[in-house]
């Protein structure tokens, strides 16, 4: 049995990235417009903090201005909520993004509405899930994008008629991703935790995105040989013998990379999609709030 193609996440990031400055400086020169991105913080979450560091720096390579705001965790969601509107109405900030989780004195989903849909560059307002959901152009939830860029690369422009298997329901990847492969004319299951026989669905699949931050739990034989296996998950194994507490995805990868066609790992496979997406997505959206041609990619 030939083994899975691994997926390189970090290569085809970098690769996007360096498409994305050389937007920004065509912007600068041909229009003087530098995108800029505000990222939100609220709290000390340490995967949070190191996420939005991580941010702010690419954001910066990429020749974009990066507008850092870390507020304390007793925040109020007024005092949020009025840090919203400032950049909402900052011409100098095309793309808002607010971390999550957020701590529980804020109401997640009031405060993502209240973001100018044209600057939500995470894809998280509802104007711009209903658009995606009705099939018309907004910005896309930057995980599922980037899962869907590394399935296209593997299988070509056209996945119509594929069996797609999401596996999580969530309102960040699994929903937004299987409107994506629905648009894409994909056959699209999604699963989840009333889901009755979650083998035999994942058999049926050639593209399973598991996004539910379960440890390891896609098996190898559960998978459809040559599958496309894209692994959202980001998960902390228990702190083994050698003393080191390992990150590992939703898949088993060393099961399934015997049965798989492609596989993204963890950590190195989606995860540095997702801010290379995000930055594309500040360039789309300084684009159109200026009226100028979205940049193909
Ligand atoms: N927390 C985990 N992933 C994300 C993301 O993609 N965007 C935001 N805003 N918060 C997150």
Not at 2 to 13: L, N, P, R, T
Not at 131 to 153: E, N
Not at 195 to 218: F, S
Not at 232 to 245: A, F, H, Q
């Amino acid at each position: 049995m030939v083994e899975a193609k691994i997926i390189d996440g970090k290569a085809f990031a970098a690769d996007l990235r360096s498409s994305v400055a050389e937007q920004v400086r065509q912007l600068k020169a041909s229009d003087n417009l530098t995108p800029g991105l505000a990222v939100v913080l609220v709290g000390e979450d340490s995967a949070s903090e190191i996420y939005v560091r991580n941010k702010n720096k690419m954001t910066l390579e990429a020749g974009m201005r990066s507008f850092e705001h870390n507020l304390p965790a007793d925040t109020s969601q007024k005092e949020l909520l009025t840090l919203i509107e400032g950049l909402n109405n900052d011409p100098e900030i095309h793309g808002i993004l607010v971390q999550l989780p957020l701590p529980s004195q804020i109401n997640e989903q009031n405060v993502l509405t209240k973001i100018d849909p044209s600057k939500d560059v995470d894809g998280f307002h509802v104007f711009n899930a209903g658009k995606l959901a009705t099939g018309s152009d907004g910005l896309i939830p930057c995980t599922p994008l980037g899962c869907l860029m590394m399935i296209k690369d593997q299988l070509g422009d056209d996945i119509a008629g594929k069996n797609a298997l999401v596996i999580g329901r969530s309102n960040i990847v699994g929903k937004p991703m299987a409107a994506l492969l629905l648009r894409e004319n994909c056959t699209v299951t999604i699963a989840h935790s009333k889901t009755v026989d979650l083998p035999a669905e994942i058999r049926r699949a050639d593209i399973l995105v598991a996004a539910v931050g379960r440890a390891q739990m896609v098996k190898g034989d559960w998978v459809k040989e040559g599958a496309v296996v894209i692994d959202v998950g980001m998960n902390r194994l228990p702190i083994d013998k050698e003393g080191e507490s390992k990150l590992c995805g939703d898949v088993d990868f060393d099961e399934v990379k015997q049965i798989a066609g492609a596989i993204t790992p963890v950590p190195g496979g989606v995860g540095p999609m997702t801010i290379a997406c995000l930055l594309q997505n500040t360039v789309n959206a300084a684009c159109a709030q200026n009226n100028l041609e979205i940049p193909k990619i």
